[in-house]
């Protein structure tokens, strides 16, 4: 009964194989039609969906993010700081929270600013309530233990130093949803100038220019994602190539390495010759937005134990209440008005005694291993700068008016400037050097300070503009160059954001050229490199200030004016207990002591290895000779009337044999020794400044590789974040499935407050004419398709047309 | 069965004829207004005002850029969106001043910035800004990004220019998610 019908139609076999082309289609007509018809409308369906995306955008039509109700980013950050200050050491827990906001699994990059003195000597990953240690790692080998467990699906965290104050943080295979937090503690050294302690936290940075040609050329390179990335393995075969080609030849690029890789790589700007590491140290950046303040927030608590009683805490671009904890004796809790602040500026925390305890000398001890660490603090005489012999100054100011001034930065340094040349002496010369991609001189030559020739440097200040790139070299080397008078005291006075690459050619550069003369930074904005502000005043013998607020102008700048005018304190010398002395492995930072200026003290990190036997000596010798236990400072004055006066500062050496709680910073000068209790990270600050002294070395020309060996040394065994060495942790377990795949996702850094630069979004710019032309092409086709037999019959008869006229014409 | 294989038919022949019609539209527009912008261009470079090349216009020629390499000579636009685009590159609102300033043009891969596919670092660029004057320009780098998860990060006053438009440009879709950056500098 199934088949009493025969089917109409055997499509397999057709009945006849004879199908004449053009006639005989009444037998087939009736179920092709229908096949054909279905078939068409499905093409019809799948047309519309094509058109459907047309009809949403019009043509050409911009979607600016913003307005558009942008959806939030795929990663949002926040970070979470616990301070806790004990006496001259800062303890930093800094935890940063990544959170994925997507549906897809996820690997975070961050490339993080931090002080540039931050010892980072702890990293833990926190997922969920799981904690993974991080383990310290030389450079190449954490990298490849990260990527290893990337790759196979497993959590991980890598936090590696690009700079002393810039950190790339990634973190692999975050799942859709999760949080991760990744917690670094660090020790950082508290400043302490002119009576006040300060602590510094960067959040966000300038983004740096970078000079030189690039090593990779991208022009017409197809894209991958992020195609600009790079291993740095490829960048030196790059440089040679690029070297070796000629620039007219920019265009061919038939040997280009592009590495598929782009885990690595987080940043803007291409590597150059000058800088290798260029896109590790340019993240992206944003502006900050309304609707980005779900990402990018930082909290922070604060305890400061300073040992002594305070007058005051504030911060100036934040708001801050503080209180002394009860039941505690000198300690005293901070707290931000806002439970989160937004991360585009950097947060400066000072804190001042009360004036009866101004300290003057201080000395911090921690016992590891046998070893004897130490921090001493020694303030110089405060002296009045008019009883003091003053000599003429021949003063060459340098004002950076690169692009990444524009804004308020270049305003304020415009002001700095203006104060700095009203305060000139008669005596004075002077000269003001403005740089960007190149420099001008005001004048040839140091000129005095008649009316008139300041009145041309107000209005020539007035006229800057801030434009173009940061090429600091050749402002440096003019600056520099230029031979003071006889009696003359040079003094270079560089006002910039220190937004560049290249720290360390600049650093040589400076040591190579500074001759006698000196060179102070005044640090401009929001976020300024503070790494290149402290290093470079540190190679130049003079000092640094920061003008981070247009408020506090006046007052910072008075402050650099009290250390030009006043004399520097040289021929300085230091003077170490004799079994110190005695003892050839005592380590002593800085090796060379440095000039010091009104208001500062020296801060010296000292480590006595093998610290038993010293005991035993100081046994042997008698404990009551308290006269050679001492660290003593001596130096030289010179009055107006040229006599030399001499002065000293001492403090007693405490090996911690009896430790009693105690007031940790003796007030008063050449005091009764004070029991110092042990104070902890003592000994990672020690280990932080001989890292900082063999990077130094670098940057004055040592060989790398004995830097490097001489650097893994102190790191490893400190667990120190150093240039060579990193923090990786793994999870034993995998979690990303194999099916699925992992994206990068990086984590922008907010532009500083008051800059003048703009996150442009990019237009849609298609018109769509490829689209039409193919919708339509399809659409014609089908329409062929669904007509055939039509089109067939009229083609047919349109072609007879043609042959019967091309017979005609042949008869003809 | 006639009449739907009629609908269907005559539907086609409706999305052809759209279709067509829509790419010829948008070809001839972008060169048609090329007339009356040039002749709003010329008012504005003689008067100073803000001329509209006709009457309903949203937008008003800001500059004018001759590449002599390929032959190109546009007006430019105030304004990147999408009534802009269609008859000339725009002028991104939220960068910078053309000339003084760093800017952004953007303009469409398939009608005026078509050039920009073959165009070299190196090249020399003119732009002329409202006040007539000419500024030189020479391209220092071309870059491919892929907008996903970025903005283009201008420095206001570094006086470079940024010519955007989409990439790859021979393809279909029209929702690309990838940019060809020519960033110039004044030479």
């Known amino acids: ?812 | 069965m006639a009449k739907p294989k009629l609908l269907v038919s005559l539907l086609l022949i409706v999305i052809t004829a759209i279709g067509f019609g829509n790419a010829a539209w948008l070809s001839v527009k972008a060169e048609l207004a090329q007339v009356l912008i040039k002749r709003a261009w010329t008012e504005t470079l003689q008067t100073g005002d803000q001329v509209r090349p006709w009457q309903w216009a949203d937008t008003w020629p800001v500059g004018r850029m001759v590449h002599p390499n390929s032959n190109t000579d546009l007006y430019i636009l105030e304004g990147a969106q999408g009534n802009a685009l269609a008859f000339g590159p725009g002028r991104h609102a939220n960068a910078g001043e053309l000339g003084s300033e760093s800017s952004v043009i953007g303009g469409h891969k398939d009608t005026h910035f078509a050039f920009l596919e073959k165009v070299n670092v190196g090249d020399a660029l003119q732009l002329q800004t409202l006040d007539g004057v000419w500024h030189p320009y020479r391209i220092s780098a071309k870059r491919i990004v892929d907008i996903q998860d970025q903005d283009l990060h201008v420095q206001l006053n570094q006086k470079r220019l940024y010519l955007v438009t989409c990439y790859p440009f021979h393809t279909i879709s029209q929702n690309n998610h990838v940019r060809l950056v020519v960033e110039l500098e004044p030479s």
Not at chain 1, 265 to 284: Q, R, Y
Not at chain 1, 662 to 667: E, L, T
Not at chain 1, 769 to 780: E, G, K, P
């Open chain 1, 1 to 812: 009964m199934l088949f009493s019908k025969t089917p109409k139609r055997d499509y397999f076999n057709p009945p006849s194989t004879y199908k004449p082309w053009f006639r005989d289609r009444q037998r087939a007509a009736q179920p092709r039609k229908h096949r054909l018809l279905i078939l068409v409308s499905f093409l019809c369906f799948l047309l519309g969906l094509m058109i459907s995306p047309l009809s949403r955008a019009e043509s050409g039509e911009l979607i600016l993010k913003s307005e558009d109700g942008e959806p939030s980013p795929a990663l949002l950050h926040s970070t979470d700081v616990d301070l806790k200050v004990n006496g001259m050491i800062a303890h930093v827990t800094y935890s940063q929270k990544f959170t994925n906001n997507s549906n897809k699994w996820t690997h975070a990059v961050y490339t993080f600013p931090l002080n540039e003195n931050a010892a980072i000597n702890s990293m833990e990953m926190l997922i969920g309530k799981r904690i993974i240690r991080g383990k310290i790692k030389q450079k190449e080998e954490a990298k490849k233990a990260f990527e290893t467990a990337k790759k196979a699906g497993k959590k991980a965290s890598l936090t590696e130093q690009q700079r002393p104050n810039l950190f790339t943080q990634h973190v692999a295979n975050i799942a859709p949803g999760e949080d991760i937090t990744v917690t670094l503690q660090y020790i950082q050294q508290v400043a302490y100038q002119n009576g006040e302690f300060s602590f510094h936290l960067p959040t966000t940075l300038t983004p740096r220019y970078i000079p030189g040609i690039p090593t990779k050329d991208l022009s017409d390179t197809v894209l991958v994602e992020h195609a600009y990335a790079g291993g740095s393995e490829t960048n030196n075969a790059n440089e040679e190539h690029r070297h070796s080609e000629n620039k007219s030849e920019r265009g061919s690029h038939s040997r280009r390495h592009i590495t598929t890789d782009n885990t690595f790589i987080s940043g803007w700007a291409l590597p150059t010759n000058e800088v290798s590491d260029a896109d590790k140290i340019t993240p992206f950046m944003i502006d900050t937005l309304p609707q980005n303040n779900l990402t990018n927030q930082l909290s922070l608590t604060a305890t400061i134990n300073a040992g002594m009683a305070i007058n005051s805490i504030c911060s100036k671009g934040h708001q801050v209440q503080w209180h002394s904890i009860d039941d505690t004796k000198y300690q005293y809790r901070v707290l931000l008005d806002d439970t989160q602040i937004t991360m585009d500026r950097d947060l400066w925390l000072h804190w001042r005694p009360l004036n009866t305890a101004t300290p003057q000398a201080a000395y911090f001890a921690e016992n590891i291993d046998n070893n004897h660490y130490a921090l001493v603090m020694l303030t110089p005489p405060q002296v009045n700068p008019k009883d003091l012999q003053d000599f003429p100054r021949d003063v060459t100011f340098i004002i950076d008016t690169s692009g990444s001034m524009g804004g308020r930065p270049i305003e304020d340094a415009k002001a700095a400037l203006k104060l700095a040349i009203e305060r000139l002496d008669t005596k004075d010369r002077f000269n003001i050097v403005a740089f960007s991609s190149n420099y001008t001189k005001l004048f040839s030559q140091p000129t005095n300070t008649q009316p008139h020739n300041i009145n041309t440097a107000l209005s020539f200040i007035s006229g800057l503009r801030a434009n173009g790139g940061t090429e600091m070299a050749g402002a440096l080397h003019e600056a520099l160059k230029a031979e003071p008078q006889e009696n003359f005291i040079k003094q270079v006075v560089f006002i910039t954001d220190g937004a560049v690459g290249n720290e360390a050619a600049l650093f040589s550069l400076i040591k190579q050229e500074l001759g006698s003369a000196r060179l102070f930074t005044v640090g401009i904005g929001s976020a300024p490199n503070s790494y290149f502000m402290t290093r470079a005043a540190q190679f130049g013998r003079g000092s640094y200030v920061f003008i981070h607020d247009t408020n506090n102008i006046q007052k910072e700048m008075q402050r650099l004016f009290t250390k030009l005018e006043s004399p520097v304190l040289s021929n300085l010398s230091l003077i170490l207990p004799k079994n110190m002395r005695l003892n050839k492995s005592v380590e002593v930072f800085p090796k060379r002591l440095p000039d010091l200026y009104a208001g500062e003290p020296l801060l010296i990190n000292i480590k006595v290895p093998d610290f038993d036997s010293i005991k035993h000596i100081d046994n042997v010798k008698g404990s009551g000779n308290n006269l050679d236990n001492n660290v003593v400072l001596a130096g030289t004055l010179t009055d107006t009337n040229g006599n030399i006066l001499k002065w000293q500062r001492s403090v007693q050496v405490q090996y911690l044999t009896a430790p009693s709680p105690n007031n940790a910073i003796d007030n008063a000068v050449n005091s009764p020794p004070a029991h110092s209790t042990q104070t902890t990270g003592i000994a990672t600050a020690w280990a932080r400044k001989k890292v900082a002294a063999l990077m130094d070395e670098k940057a004055l020309g040592r060989n790398e590789e004995d830097v490097e060996k001489d650097i893994l040394k102190v790191a490893l065994p400190h667990k120190l974040i150093t240039a060579y060495t990193s923090f990786v942790a793994i999870e034993e377990t995998k979690s990303r499935p194999e099916s699925t795949n992992a994206s990068p996702q990086h984590v922008k850094n907010l532009m500083p407050q008051g800059m003048q630069m703009r996150a442009i979004s990019y237009p849609q710019t298609s018109a769509g004419i490829n689209q039409h032309l193919v919708i339509s092409a399809l659409s014609l086709f089908l329409l062929m398709l669904l007509n055939m037999g039509e089109a067939r019959r009229y083609l047919f008869a349109q072609y007879r047309i043609f042959k019967e006229d091309k017979g005609i014409t042949h008869n003809g």
